[in-house]
C-alpha cells in the first residue's frame, strides 16, 4: 500500500480516508459534520487499522477528520431509530459499544504508534478515541468533553481511556459535569500532548510522525507493547516485566546496530529485526 488509497465505501465519498507517504499512513474520518462512529465507521476503520498493522509499509499511524468536528462520538440517530427492535435495541447498543471498543484496543495492541491529529470538537467516544491514542496534537480552537450525563448516559466506555490519559479527578471532573474542556486544560489534564494554531497542525503532527517514523519499527513495536504492559502492573512486577523486556531487546538486530552506530558515530541502518 504504497499510494494514496480510500477505504471502499461508496465510489462518492469513504467513511475513511487512507493516504500512506513515506511510512506515515493517514487515517480521516470523513463523515462531516459531524465524524460520528456508526457502526459503518467503526467497520471501516478497524479494518484499516488491522491493515496498518499488517503492512510493513506502514511505520506511523496519524488519526485525522475532516470538517470543524474531529468526532462526536456514536451516532445517536441511529442508536435511538433501534429502539423500535423487538428488544428495544439492547442487542444493536451492545453490538456497537463491543465494536468501539475492539476499535480502541487494537489501536492500544497496535504494534505501530499512532497519533491524534485534532481540530475541532471531540466529544464522548470521539473524546474516547484521542485518549486512547498515544499522542495527541490538537489546534488551539479544540475542544473536549465526555457529555454523557447530560443526556442520562454516563460516558462508561470513553471513561476507561480517559481516566488512564487524564489525572483521576480531572477525568471524573469531566465525565460528573459533562462541560467541554478547552484546549489548555486538555493539555494540562494530561489528554493531549501539543496544542499549535490550525495552520501549523499538519506540518506539527507530520514532523512527529516522521521523527518516530525514523526510527526502528521493531524497537517502537516492543516499546509500545511494554508501556502499556507495565503501566497497569504493580511497581516491582513492573520492574521484572521491563528488565526482560530489556534484555529481549538487547539481542535484537536492531539494538546491536543502533548502539554500534552510536559508539561510531554515525546513522543507524535500521532492518527491523
Known sequence: MSEATAVPVTDEGALVVRQLSDGILRLTLNNPPANALSIAVLDVLKTALDDAGADTDV??????????????????KELTAHRADEDRGRAFFEK????????MMTITRLPKPVIAEVDGLATAAG???VATCDLAICTDTSTFCTPGVNIGLFCST????????AH???????????????????KEFGLVNRIVPREYLRTVSDKYASTIASK??????????????QIERPLAEAYDYTAWVMTENMMARDAEEGIGAFLDKRDPKWTDR
Open 168 to 186: 483521576r479527578k480531572q477525568a471524573m471532573e469531566m465525565l460528573l459535569t459533562g462541560e467541554a474542556i478547552d484546549a489548555s486544560t486538555a
Open 216 to 229: 526502528s519499527s521493531l524497537t517502537l513495536k516492543i516499546g509500545k507493547e511494554a508501556f502499556y504492559q
Open 96 to 103: 456497537t459499544m463491543r465494536q468501539c471498543s475492539e476499535v
Open 59 to 76: 511505520r506511523v499511524v496519524v488519526i485525522a477528520a475532516a470538517g470543524k468536528v474531529f468526532c462526536a462520538g456514536h451516532d445517536l
Open 158 to 165: 470513553p471513561m476507561v481511556a480517559v481516566s488512564r490519559g
Open 127 to 129: 473524546c474516547q478515541l
